[in-house]
């Protein structure tokens, strides 16, 4: 069902030449860190891009907003047939997290937790992916600084 309305809305972005450029990215950024109590939802509104009304609009029809549009759309609304690049860039991280996992306890549980939640980028937008790792940076300091406090401590018994 999420890949026939990627697809449907794939169809769609091509005929009628609309994309988003990454206003997406941008608007999700916005959408889940810019707390509205705090700001003010007009400030938060008017920071956000608007371009992609009619999209959004579109894959709101097409979901009902209880399915989703997946990744490949995302990619694809984006920057049309080279959508693929967001992709790219996300498997050289990968890689290069990975090469450095080999010498790292630390890189080698990032690496493990960006694979696992890979798969929320594809099946549900690539946002996600982002918002993902505020977890991981939450976990991973406070284990840091956790571990690296009990070892100082041992240190000077």
């Known amino acids: 069902m999420d890949l026939g309305n990627c697809a449907i809305l794939m169809d769609e972005c091509y005929r009628t030449s609309e994309y988003n450029y990454g206003m997406f990215l941008w608007n999700g950024f916005v959408f889940n860190y810019i707390p509205k109590r705090i700001v003010g939802e007009e400030f938060k509104e008017s920071i956000m891009f608007s371009g992609d009304a009619s999209l959004r609009s579109k894959a709101k029809y097409v979901t009902h907003d ?92």
């Not at 609304?77 to 990975?98: D, E, H, P």
């Not at 090469?99 to 937790?113: G, N, P, Q």
């Open 66 to 157: 209880i399915t989703c549009t997946t990744g490949y759309f995302d990619a694809y609304s984006s920057f049309w047939y080279f959508g693929f690049i967001l992709f790219w860039l996300l498997g050289y991280a990968f890689q290069y997290i990975k090469s450095k996992s080999t010498a790292s306890l630390f890189y080698e549980m990032i690496f493990l937790f960006a694979l696992v939640n890979s798969s929320v980028g594809m099946t549900h937008g690539l946002q996600l992916i982002v918002a993902k790792f505020e977890f991981v940076a939450l976990l991973f300091l406070g284990l840091f600084f956790t571990l690296n406090y009990v070892k100082i401590k041992y240190k000077q018994i």
